[in-house]
């Protein structure tokens, strides 16, 4: 892939297929995450339930097997709706994998109705994207891709001087709302704070750009990978 198509893509399981050489397992499940609530905020109770365990495992206060067995649980209680199925997908041991079908299936649930969503075949999935659905684009999802994973083309060195309490209290505020409407203000802080690199200071103040749990800006902000 080259910087061009990545800039233009609009497939956004080919762009999953070409990161999955990048370190990032946890940025490819927020990507999974992330096209999940797209299709659906707010999530029905068991869905967010799901999705939060899972975050928790992310962030490291829950362990894997203890999150598998959480949602397994849910899975089983009761009669669910197809939507909370899909947060499911993200519990295959190979990131990239809960990346693939997470993207695959949201923008299956986004393309068909509640009623015309084959829950069954969802449920015996065999892990591969298909084209059982025929058109389905993933089009919408690219820009989440972007965000979370900025142009690897032109990796941002980013100094550690640009952490001020000011900046990462802003991050860390966006981050665990989801609320990322002071990202114009973060990029006042870090230029404050010195930085003039354009990818990180556009990023943040561009209008039209999406901004999710992952963005590459606040990652580096807080330090995460």
Known sequence: MTEREWLDANDALAIVDWVKHRPGDRKLRLFGINCIRFVCDPLSVDCERKIKLVERFLGRSMGWEGMIGRIRALSEKGKQIPLDWLPNCL???????????????????????????DLQSFIEYDGQPTSRYGDVTTACFVPLLHDIFGNP????????????????????TMYDARDFGAMPILADALQDAGCEDDAILNHCRDPQQVHV???????LVLGKS
Do not use: H, I, K, M
Not at 91 to 117: G, H
Not at 154 to 170: I, N, Y
């Open 153 to 172: 083309f032109r990796p941002v060195a980013f100094d550690p001087r640009w952490q001020t309490s000011t900046a990462v209290g802003l991050a860390r």
């Open 213 to 219: 749990r992952g963005c590459w800006v606040v990652d």
């Open 91 to 117: 519990l295959s041991n190979n990131p990239v994998d809960a990346a693939l079908n997470s993207c695959y299936w949201s923008a299956v649930y986004r393309t068909q109705t509640v009623l015309e969503f």
